[in-house]
């Protein structure tokens, strides 16, 4: 069974991050889809569990991914669970450079770590949660970045009214 890794911080999961993971799942007997903790990120505006959660809720079906978290090298889970593959999503090239690197340390930790990236499509280029989170968190409208099903979740949990401008 070819088994790939889908790693990410998920917060929130954004439709660039389901169109990789839908993706994955074609390529791939099995996807384990990754919530790990990112130390060079700022506080997470969700819960391992709520991340977990709208994962799920929006992969359901796809009956051949699975999620789960970690908090150690990845190249360790990796070897915990038989995968062959970490998949990655691309965006820009500035996102090259720095998944290559991770490819090759993750290759020198464990022999047996292979990265395949997969390009964006146009539509999600520009797309992170980083922008999801900015954009919900003054009250702009998220339709067209996640999914349908957890539009409402993430919107509630990050507008803030005080970040309205005063002419509104």
């Known amino acids: 069974m070819r088994i790939a890794v889908c790693p990410g911080s998920?917060?929130?999961?954004?439709?660039g991050h389901l169109d990789i993971i839908?993706?994955?799942?074609?390529?791939?007997?099995?996807?384990?889809?990754?919530?790990?903790?990112?130390?060079?990120?700022?506080?997470?505006?969700?819960?391992?569990?709520?991340?977990?959660?709208?994962?799920?809720?929006?992969?359901?079906?796809?009956n051949n991914v699975v999620v789960d978290c970690y908090s150690g090298l990845l190249a360790d889970y990796l070897k915990q669970t038989g995968a062959v593959a970490i998949v990655k999503g691309l965006r820009a090239v500035s996102d090259f450079e720095y998944e290559f690197q991770m490819a090759l340390a993750n290759k020198k930790l464990y022999d047996g770590a292979e990265t395949v990236f997969l390009n964006t499509t146009g539509e999600n280029m520009f797309l992170s949660s980083s922008v999801v989170k900015?954009?919900?968190?003054?009250?702009?409208?998220?339709?067209?970045?996640?999914?349908?099903?957890?539009k409402n979740r993430i919107f509630d949990r990050l507008f803030d009214p005080s970040r309205q401008r005063p002419d509104q």
């Open 22 to 62: 839908n993706r994955a799942s074609k390529l791939f007997d099995k996807v384990i889809v990754l919530v790990s903790f990112n130390a060079n990120k700022s506080s997470a505006a969700f819960t391992v569990k709520e991340r977990m959660e709208m994962i799920l809720e929006t992969t359901s079906h796809l």
């Open 10 to 15: 998920f917060d929130p999961v954004t439709l």
């Open 134 to 150: 900015e954009i919900a968190s003054f009250g702009g409208d998220i339709t067209d970045f996640v999914p349908a099903a957890i």
